[in-house]
């Protein structure tokens, strides 16, 4: 079991640049979730996606921002046009679901990508 | 909607004491509850869940936490503190009854252990 991977683990980058991040989620789970955490704040939901299929997405998901998980699998999170605000822990998630309706699965998440943004 | 509130953000103990932290949750529906620990430079680590079964749930390294309904309360309890819990705690809400799956979690309530 190898767990949740991201990549890169930190990120510097100059205000206005594009970066991009990849998360490899469970072999087997099928549900994959972005998060951000700020400086001394939980973590807050972004976006996730059940497949391919992106189900769910947060006010705090701009139109700077776009989420992909073209073949299931892996995910990628872009930020364009980077500001100082998106300086963050960017999260993984992923879970296997459950196949019981309104049962909650339990996430397994990633070391995270730190992004900084100068 | 969904909420939960740590009440403490920092929480101080000798080592060989017991630990509490506090959380307070908010739900419209049935809802899930975990506690999940993160060290420094590592990831989120599930320490334990409630899904609707006992109301008292054992989870790893001594940590136990008690779902009271009536208090909506799920505070995290250890009998006896150890150097290596001392870390960043997240208490999290979710309900999948309201056809969400994604987690609402607290602001955190970082443990210091005293030698």
């Known amino acids: 079991d190898t767990g949740v991977s991201q990549d890169p683990r930190h990120k510097i980058t100059k205000r206005g640049q594009n970066v991009t991040f990849r998360c490899d989620p469970i072999?087997?789970?099928?549900?994959l979730y972005w998060y951000r955490q700020t400086l001394g704040q939980g973590p807050e939901f972004l976006t996730y996606?059940?497949?391919?299929?992106?189900?769910?997405k947060s006010r705090l998901l701009s139109d700077r921002f776009s989420a992909e998980r073209p073949k299931g699998s892996f995910s990628t999170l872009e930020i364009q046009r980077t500001e100082q605000g998106d300086s963050a822990m960017y999260l993984c998630?992923?879970?296997?679901?459950?196949?019981?309706?309104?049962?909650?699965?339990?996430?397994?998440f990633g070391p995270g990508t730190r992004l900084t943004v100068l | 909607a969904q909420s939960v509130t740590q009440l403490d953000s920092h929480v101080s103990v000798s080592e060989g004491t017991p630990v509490l932290l506090r959380c307070n949750y908010s739900?419209?529906?049935?809802?899930?509850l975990f506690w999940y620990v993160q060290h420094p430079n590592k990831g989120l680590q599930l320490l334990l869940k409630?899904?609707?079964?006992?109301?008292l749930v054992k989870g790893i390294n001594g940590f136990e936490a008690e779902f009271k309904k009536s208090e909506t309360s799920f505070h995290l309890t250890k009998p006896s503190a150890h150097m290596s819990d001392a870390a960043e705690y997240f208490c999290?809400?979710?309900?999948?009854?309201?056809?969400?799956?994604?987690?609402?979690f607290g602001t955190g309530t970082r443990l210091k252990v005293l030698a």
């Open positions: 999290v809400v979710s309900a999948a009854t309201s056809g969400t799956y994604k987690y609402i």
């Open positions: 072999s087997e789970h099928n549900r």
């Open positions: 996606f059940q497949n391919e299929a992106q189900l769910e």
């Open positions: 998630a992923s879970s296997l679901e459950m196949f019981l309706a309104g049962v909650q699965d339990t996430q397994y």
């Open positions: 409630y899904t609707s079964a006992a109301t």
């Open positions: 739900s419209s529906y049935s809802p899930s």
